[in-house]
């Protein structure tokens, strides 16, 4: 007896749903709806309302993109001007996130300068970070070895076979070597936590 083939079913697709005409109310509807969910630089905002434009432009060939992007620039200075979009206060409150997790002081410049914030501003978010921690890059490095489990937060037993995988580690995620090997060559948890509070 030829056993059947189980017939498959097709798979369809719903129809996609068209988006609807960008007018200067909806755009701003739409950046106050993204500003409420997330925290956001002004270039970052104007990135995500032109997407929206752009996907809208597909479907809408008499749209003038020129006048949108006009709209578009309306909302961002006047957010900016009522305070609700503020880089320097995102890129502080950025900084301080990613260092928190163990970031080191490369990759959060790199973060915001993908978020299109001026060098001015992730300068200046970098300099705050000094207020909380005399040695920002050593807290991060810490930080990040603590949640991985690196160095002296490492099982004992397995920690000289992990040596270079620890450095490796520290070393992708920005840090310098020096650091690294100042923080995975440390003999006890002890001894970093009192780097941290000399």
């Known amino acids: 007896m030829v056993e059947s083939k189980p017939k498959t079913q097709k798979i369809v697709k719903p129809p996609q749903k068209l988006p609807k005409r960008p007018t200067p109310a909806r755009l701003a509807n739409i950046a106050l ?13 104007r990135r995500v309302l032109e997407r929206r434009l752009f996907k809208a432009a597909r479907h809408y060939e ?46 959060i410049r790199m973060k915001l300068l993908e978020k299109g914030l001026e060098t001015d501003a ?3 978010a970098l300099d705050s970070l000094t207020s909380e921690h005399a040695d920002p890059e050593l807290a991060a490095a810490i930080t990040l070895a603590r949640r991985r489990r690196l160095g002296p937060y490492a099982d004992p037993d397995k920690r000289a076979d992990a040596h270079d995988k ?33």
Request: glycine fraction near 6%; include cysteine; proline fraction near 1%.
């Open 33 to 45: 709806h993204h500003l409420d969910r997330y925290a956001s630089s002004a270039e970052n905002l």
């Open 62 to 107: 008499d749209l003038d993109l020129a006048e949108a992007k006009g709209w578009i620039d309306a909302i961002i200075t006047r957010y900016i001007d009522s305070g609700l979009l503020n880089d320097r206060a995102y890129a502080e409150t950025r900084a301080r996130s990613l260092l928190s997790r163990g970031g080191s002081t490369h990759k």
């Open 122 to 124: 992730i300068d200046q």
């Open 166 to 198: 620890h450095l490796a580690t520290l070393a992708r995620a920005g840090f310098s070597y020096d650091l690294a090997r100042r923080v995975i060559e440390a003999d006890s948890v002890d001894e970093l936590e009192d780097l941290l509070c000399p």
